[in-house]
């Protein structure tokens, strides 16, 4: 730079009187599986040690000179590559790209023609790779400046949507924000049949794309399924009207010393950006005269700046999936912020899952930055996640024809001398969710106290502890099972005991249950029936076990499951299948649930107080979405048929789990250390209102 011109001035004097830039970006993202290890073929060199895997698989196969080829049709060029264990990091002329094993994420600006080489890129992955499906594609961009200087398909967003949806059936597209002002435009599609926790979209079929899950009589019995933790976050800062100070320092000053390399080595020194993450490996490049870009990685995550310091169309941008946190967010904002020193600035969080903050909290935790005012502050959710839709399916209308007991009648076998507490929350919960009946079969002082509690319960006292005088086995057994006509989903455990009556009595309605189909939920100590007894329950898919982290252990010694040589996150799996298709709700810091084909992952954040008896809320409220899935075979209301049986255990334990930690979030968020199991049930109706109601 010419230290006797302006900005304005070198930049007519090399591109011409008309020249402008476009920074805004086009960014894409295909995933080919949700993790490096559900890609083919993936070189894990132990299954034992701790330490990441070279992760040199998949994507990262293709030799440079393919991704040269690709770049053509992209019209940009790489200038230098780095690479770490996870991923490699190209530095482009258009800005950046980035490969790990299972995903590709192409950033370009100008009039770069990014989505004319989406189906090369197809190509590609599964002529080198064996790639053959999509499980996840994001394509977004801003406004342009300039968008009448774009080639097709650019030209317009119409355009863009409609050649995604030629590639990809079923494609979302949203605009968000001003369509008079700043907006974005983001086209999205992902698995249509997800086995995952949590908060993805979910689109129909498209050709391209589909899941990883295992049919169950493909268990392969030495390797446990895959979990699937979804959580990813990317957030961008876009900024404009960058001050001329700022600018200045991104055009080359050849007094200074060479441009490329050296000179963003320079420039990452002078800016302060080498010290946004000193732990960064970056790779940054001065162009000549003006303009710098730079890619940094920090493990299994990356950040890339690019900067279009030109005054008449200056913008700088800051990308990183490097995870941040409500505390942390800002930090990083008002850092990025004081280097580019914008007009005008604006943050996109981008989440698939809430992971340890609430999404609102998390956009209501971005303050305002002295010297700034906030326009605008949007929470957009782009689509429910794809259990959530389904599990919505199985909710009953409420209809003026239907009667009493339709919408699910529940059976609580528990409730001792002892505990009377536990069938109380258990069958309460159901009811508040909205089953219509709820019955509890306990012990009789234990029902004195129940019918005291609740006069909503039916009490019936026909249990019989040890000593007891009066009732066989075999009469308590018929009198229980004389409910069954009128019972939808047996609940076994809550405050039942050990006493030895009281556990063999359970043990023989449990069989009797099993022969009448029934779906079964079984808790606390059921499950020490069930440690003790496991043939009872073996290969009856219809049946739930919900151990806490206590009970989960013995079931596993039980099950003879080693955790030495296991990852703690697989035994589940391992135990699903051990049990033969029994569905596993594993209750602790975040819940799993296996059926030892699929596992979810509940991580939804929870309330901080551990009160007793929340397990027995969730026995409720499995048994309730249970009962509207039977409801939901039977025809109970008009639908279209599409969820299978086979599915119920999976989406009901999961509906229960979320909204159970929705429960005592809110309950904890109101009386803090004080809360109370009971309080938790006074939130059932507003939680399910919040993540389930349309
Ligand atoms: N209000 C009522 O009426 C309620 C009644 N209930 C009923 O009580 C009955 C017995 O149920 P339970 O859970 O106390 O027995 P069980 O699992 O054998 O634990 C034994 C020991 O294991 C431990 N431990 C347990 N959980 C743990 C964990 N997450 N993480 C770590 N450790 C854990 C703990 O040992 P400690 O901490 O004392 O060393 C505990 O003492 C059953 O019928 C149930 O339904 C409850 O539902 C609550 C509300
Ligand atoms: N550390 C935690 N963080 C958040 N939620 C938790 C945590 N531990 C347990 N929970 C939730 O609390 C509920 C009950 O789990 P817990 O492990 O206390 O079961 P439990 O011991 O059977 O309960 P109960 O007291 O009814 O016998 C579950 O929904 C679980 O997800």
Redesign the pocket.
Not at 60 to 73: A, D, G
Not at 94 to 103: A, D
Not at 174 to 182: L, P, S
């Given at each position: 730079m010419s230290d006797n011109l302006t900005l304005d001035e070198v930049d007519i004097e090399v591109f011409g009187q008309n020249y402008v830039f476009e920074g805004p970006e086009k960014l894409l993202e295909i995933w080919f599986g949700p993790s490096p290890d559900t890609i083919p073929n993936s070189l894990f060199p132990n299954d034992n040690d701790d330490k990441p895997p070279p992760l040199k698989t998949g994507l990262r196969l293709v030799e440079r000179v393919i991704w040269n080829k690709f770049l053509e049709l992209v019209k940009c060029e790489v200038l230098n590559v780095i690479n770490n264990d996870y991923m490699d990091a190209y530095l482009l002329s258009e800005s950046s790209m980035f490969i790990y094993p299972h995903k590709i994420i192409l950033k370009t600006c100008g009039t770069t023609t990014l989505l004319v080489a989406l189906p090369r890129l197809l190509e590609i992955a599964s002529e080198y790779c064996h790639l053959h499906k999509v499980w996840r594609v994001f394509y977004s961009r801003k406004s342009f400046m300039f968008p009448e200087r774009q080639s097709h398909p650019h030209k317009n967003w119409n355009e863009e949507v409609k050649f995604l949806d030629q590639l990809f059936e079923n494609g979302a597209a949203y605009t968000v924000g001003k369509i008079n002002g700043d907006h974005w435009f983001l086209w999205l599609a992902s698995s249509p049949d997800e086995f995952l926790s949590h908060n993805s979209s979910r689109l129909k079929e498209p050709s391209h794309i589909d899941t990883f899950s295992y049919p169950l009589d493909e268990i392969d019995q030495k390797k446990p399924p895959i979990i699937i933790d979804l959580e990813d976050q990317t957030i961008e800062i876009l900024m404009t009207e960058l001050s001329t100070t700022t600018l200045s320092k991104f055009y080359h000053n050849p007094l200074e010393g060479e441009s490329g390399t050296e000179g963003g080595v320079r420039i990452d020194q002078k800016t302060g950006l080498c010290n946004l993450y000193p732990e960064a490996q970056l790779d940054s490049y001065l162009f000549k005269p003006c303009g710098y870009s730079a890619n940094g990685l920090v493990g299994d995550s990356y950040f890339n700046v690019h900067v279009t310091p030109e005054p008449i169309c200056s913008y700088a941008s800051f990308e990183t999936n490097i995870p941040v946190n409500s505390g942390s967010i800002m930090d990083i904002i008002r850092q990025v912020i004081a280097i580019f020193e914008p007009g005008k600035f604006s943050v996109t969080v981008f989440k698939t899952q809430e992971g340890d903050f609430d999404k609102k909290f998390l956009v209501e935790s971005i303050d305002v930055i002295d010297g700034f005012s906030r326009k605008d502050r949007i929470l957009y959710e782009l689509d429910a996640k794809p259990a959530i839709e389904k599990i919505r399916q199985l909710i009953p209308p409420l209809l003026p024809e239907f009667h009493k007991g339709q919408a699910g009648r529940i059976c609580v076998v528990?409730g001792s001398e002892e505990?009377?507490?536990?069938p109380y929350f258990s069958s309460f919960s159901a009811l508040k969710l909205g089953a219509d009946i709820a019955f509890v079969v306990c012990e009789p002082t234990a029902a004195l106290a129940i019918k005291n509690y609740a006069p909503d319960l039916m009490v019936h006292p026909y249990m019989r502890q040890s000593g007891d005088t009066g009732k066989s086995l075999e009469e308590v057994i018929n009198n229980v099972t004389g409910l069954f006509p009128r019972t939808h989903v047996l609940i076994v455990?809550?405050?039942?005991?050990r006493d030895k009556m009281m556990l063999e009595s359970a043990k023989g309605i449990i069989t009797k249950a099993k022969e009448k189909n029934l779906p079964l939920v079984i808790d606390?100590?059921g499950l020490f029936l069930i440690q003790n007894h496991p043939e009872i329950i073996k290969d009856y898919p219809k049946a739930i076990l919900t151990p806490?982290?206590?009970?989960f252990k013995r079931l596993c010694d039980a099950m003879n499951i080693k955790l030495e040589g296991n990852n703690k996150d697989d035994m589940i799996g391992l135990l699903g299948q051990a049990f033969g298709g029994v569905t596993i709700v594993q209750k602790g810091q975040y819940d799993l649930i296996s059926n030892g084909k699929e596992v979810f992952k509940v991580d939804d954040k929870g309330g901080l107080k551990r009160c007793?008896?929340q397990?027995?809320i969730l026995t409720g409220l499995i048994a309730t979405f249970l009962a509207w899935g039977s409801a939901y075979h039977d025809k109970l209301w008009q639908h279209d048929n599409s969820i299978s049986p086979t599915e119920i255990p999976m989406l009901a334990s999961y509906a229960a789990c979320t909204l159970m930690r929705e429960c005592s979030r809110s309950a904890f968020e109101k009386f803090g250390r004080a809360v109370q199991t009971s309080d938790m049930i006074n939130e059932i109706g507003p939680s399910f209102q919040k993540l389930y109601e349309r």
């Amino acid at each position: 730079m010419s230290d006797n011109l302006t900005l304005d001035e070198v930049d007519i004097e090399v591109f011409g009187q008309n020249y402008v830039f476009e920074g805004p970006e086009k960014l894409l993202e295909i995933w080919f599986g949700p993790s490096p290890d559900t890609i083919p073929n993936s070189l894990f060199p132990n299954d034992n040690d701790d330490k990441p895997p070279p992760l040199k698989t998949g994507l990262r196969l293709v030799e440079r000179v393919i991704w040269n080829k690709f770049l053509e049709l992209v019209k940009c060029e790489v200038l230098n590559v780095i690479n770490n264990d996870y991923m490699d990091a190209y530095l482009l002329s258009e800005s950046s790209m980035f490969i790990y094993p299972h995903k590709i994420i192409l950033k370009t600006c100008g009039t770069t023609t990014l989505l004319v080489a989406l189906p090369r890129l197809l190509e590609i992955a599964s002529e080198y790779c064996h790639l053959h499906k999509v499980w996840r594609v994001f394509y977004s961009r801003k406004s342009f400046m300039f968008p009448e200087r774009q080639s097709h398909p650019h030209k317009n967003w119409n355009e863009e949507v409609k050649f995604l949806d030629q590639l990809f059936e079923n494609g979302a597209a949203y605009t968000v924000g001003k369509i008079n002002g700043d907006h974005w435009f983001l086209w999205l599609a992902s698995s249509p049949d997800e086995f995952l926790s949590h908060n993805s979209s979910r689109l129909k079929e498209p050709s391209h794309i589909d899941t990883f899950s295992y049919p169950l009589d493909e268990i392969d019995q030495k390797k446990p399924p895959i979990i699937i933790d979804l959580e990813d976050q990317t957030i961008e800062i876009l900024m404009t009207e960058l001050s001329t100070t700022t600018l200045s320092k991104f055009y080359h000053n050849p007094l200074e010393g060479e441009s490329g390399t050296e000179g963003g080595v320079r420039i990452d020194q002078k800016t302060g950006l080498c010290n946004l993450y000193p732990e960064a490996q970056l790779d940054s490049y001065l162009f000549k005269p003006c303009g710098y870009s730079a890619n940094g990685l920090v493990g299994d995550s990356y950040f890339n700046v690019h900067v279009t310091p030109e005054p008449i169309c200056s913008y700088a941008s800051f990308e990183t999936n490097i995870p941040v946190n409500s505390g942390s967010i800002m930090d990083i904002i008002r850092q990025v912020i004081a280097i580019f020193e914008p007009g005008k600035f604006s943050v996109t969080v981008f989440k698939t899952q809430e992971g340890d903050f609430d999404k609102k909290f998390l956009v209501e935790s971005i303050d305002v930055i002295d010297g700034f005012s906030r326009k605008d502050r949007i929470l957009y959710e782009l689509d429910a996640k794809p259990a959530i839709e389904k599990i919505r399916q199985l909710i009953p209308p409420l209809l003026p024809e239907f009667h009493k007991g339709q919408a699910g009648r529940i059976c609580v076998v528990g409730g001792s001398e002892e505990y009377t507490g536990a069938p109380y929350f258990s069958s309460f919960s159901a009811l508040k969710l909205g089953a219509d009946i709820a019955f509890v079969v306990c012990e009789p002082t234990a029902a004195l106290a129940i019918k005291n509690y609740a006069p909503d319960l039916m009490v019936h006292p026909y249990m019989r502890q040890s000593g007891d005088t009066g009732k066989s086995l075999e009469e308590v057994i018929n009198n229980v099972t004389g409910l069954f006509p009128r019972t939808h989903v047996l609940i076994v455990g809550p405050g039942l005991s050990r006493d030895k009556m009281m556990l063999e009595s359970a043990k023989g309605i449990i069989t009797k249950a099993k022969e009448k189909n029934l779906p079964l939920v079984i808790d606390a100590d059921g499950l020490f029936l069930i440690q003790n007894h496991p043939e009872i329950i073996k290969d009856y898919p219809k049946a739930i076990l919900t151990p806490n982290i206590v009970e989960f252990k013995r079931l596993c010694d039980a099950m003879n499951i080693k955790l030495e040589g296991n990852n703690k996150d697989d035994m589940i799996g391992l135990l699903g299948q051990a049990f033969g298709g029994v569905t596993i709700v594993q209750k602790g810091q975040y819940d799993l649930i296996s059926n030892g084909k699929e596992v979810f992952k509940v991580d939804d954040k929870g309330g901080l107080k551990r009160c007793g008896g929340q397990g027995d809320i969730l026995t409720g409220l499995i048994a309730t979405f249970l009962a509207w899935g039977s409801a939901y075979h039977d025809k109970l209301w008009q639908h279209d048929n599409s969820i299978s049986p086979t599915e119920i255990p999976m989406l009901a334990s999961y509906a229960a789990c979320t909204l159970m930690r929705e429960c005592s979030r809110s309950a904890f968020e109101k009386f803090g250390r004080a809360v109370q199991t009971s309080d938790m049930i006074n939130e059932i109706g507003p939680s399910f209102q919040k993540l389930y109601e349309r």
